[in-house]
């Protein structure tokens, strides 16, 4: 696994600026990506191992992504982008749905 973004950047992470919709679209997207329910689980484990957190559950194997995004500390929403990809690349899935519409193409 890959250094988690927090590690690697950030000196002072309880100091970084947050902004609530900032929050919110980065839980609509890492909702998108883990749309299956074995994704959300991959992820789930990731965010228990990696930062020491939990993710909401909605109970029998459904979890509550958007939720744990909009509550997380500055540092785990930040790391938690990189252990999505890390739950795509688990499954094989594709890395360049990632981008947003407007993101330039390879």
Same mark, same amino acid.
């Given at each position: 696994?890959?250094?988690l973004?927090?590690?690697k950047?950030?000196?002072?992470?309880?100091?970084?600026?947050?902004?609530?919709?900032?929050?919110?679209?980065?839980?609509?997207?890492?909702?998108? /990506? #883990?749309?299956?329910?074995? +994704?959300?689980?991959?992820?789930a *484990? %990731?965010?228990?191992a990696? =930062?020491?957190?939990?993710?909401?559950?909605?109970?029998m194997?459904?979890?509550?992504v958007?939720?744990?995004f909009?509550?997380?500390?500055?540092?785990? /929403? #930040?790391?938690?982008?990189? +252990?999505?990809?890390?739950?795509? *690349? %688990?499954?094989?899935?594709? =890395?360049?749905?990632?981008?947003?519409?407007?993101?330039?193409?390879?």
């Amino acid at each position: 696994m890959g250094t988690l973004y927090s590690r690697k950047h950030l000196v002072e992470p309880r100091t970084a600026n947050d902004s609530n919709r900032a929050r919110v679209r980065l839980g609509a997207w890492a909702s998108e /990506m #883990l749309n299956n329910k074995k +994704l959300d689980h991959i992820f789930a *484990q %990731a965010v228990a191992a990696e =930062l020491g957190k939990a993710v909401p559950s909605y109970g029998m194997g459904a979890y509550n992504v958007t939720g744990f995004f909009a509550k997380c500390e500055p540092r785990d /929403m #930040l790391d938690s982008i990189t +252990l999505v990809a890390h739950a795509l *690349q %688990a499954r094989g899935g594709n =890395l360049k749905r990632m981008r947003g519409p407007n993101s330039p193409t390879e």
